[in-house]
């Protein structure tokens, strides 16, 4: 089956700009999580959806970041006013949570963020 | 908080040579511990996961054993390939969370 596809895979904005980036999930996936990983590091977490409710966006690092997931499937992760430090590369990935145990998260290829 | 550290890399090695990456971590609780690898251009990918102390978790011939006794989880891999050659990353899940927490990730060049 197809695994999580992220789209656009590369985007490039001016500064103040607003972009917007999908994420297709595993299909029957419950899980799914945002990370933002800069040049040279490792993923950072930023939000958390099971189904459609956001139950953890503690990593979110500011207001301008906002992630939604309204249906329970497709989720968008919009930056408002990009600045040069949100130039990173945005992971999605998805889980098929097992009760009482932490589950396998399946990757995106990622989305790479360049702010002029 | 919660935290994981790796060794620096780049770990440069030739094949067949044993590879250890080293995997250390502050976390509350009993978290599970992973390893994830990125080949050149490809996503993360799971290579290895264990749940509970002493747990060993293997894949494709590398081995990681959960150590609370010294909060590690490193990585080994007897003889390693070209194919092999990746950045590593540890990662750790904290109790109760689903979310990941990672270190900076191990660069591994393996030549022939």
């Known amino acids: 089956g197809a695994g999580v596809s992220q789209s656009p895979r590369y985007k490039v904005a001016k500064r103040g700009q607003d972009v917007a980036l999908r994420c297709d999930p595993i299909?029957?996936?419950?899980?799914l999580f945002w990370y933002q990983q800069a040049l040279g590091q490792g993923p950072e977490f930023l939000t958390y959806?099971?189904?459609?409710?956001?139950?953890?966006k503690s990593g979110l690092p500011s207001d301008r970041f906002f992630a939604e997931r309204p249906e329970g499937s497709v989720s968008t992760l919009k930056i408002q006013r990009t600045q040069q430090e949100d130039s990173a590369v945005y992971l999605c990935?998805?889980?098929?949570?097992?009760?009482?145990?932490?589950?396998?998260?399946?990757f995106g290829p990622g989305t790479r963020l360049t702010v002029l | 908080g919660n935290s994981v550290t790796q060794m620096e890399g780049p770990v440069t090695l030739s094949e067949e040579a044993f590879l250890t990456i080293n995997c250390t971590y502050t976390?509350?609780?009993?978290?599970?511990l992973f390893w994830y690898v990125q080949y050149p251009g490809e996503g993360l990918q799971l290579l290895l996961k264990?749940?509970?102390?002493?747990d060993k978790g293997s894949n494709k011939g590398f081995e990681a054993t959960y150590r609370k006794e010294t909060t590690s989880f490193h990585l080994e891999k007897g003889s390693v390939q070209v194919s092999d050659s990746a950045v590593y990353f540890c990662?750790?899940?904290?109790?109760?969370?689903?979310?990941?927490?990672f270190g900076t990730g191990t660069r591994l060049l393996v030549s022939p």
């Open positions: 990935a998805s889980s098929f949570p097992r009760q009482g145990g932490t589950d396998t998260q399946y």
């Open positions: 299909s029957g996936h419950v899980s």
């Open positions: 959806f099971q189904n459609e409710a956001q139950l953890d």
């Open positions: 976390a509350t609780g009993y978290p599970s």
């Open positions: 264990a749940t509970k102390a002493d």
């Open positions: 990662a750790l899940s904290p109790t109760g969370f689903q979310k990941l927490v």
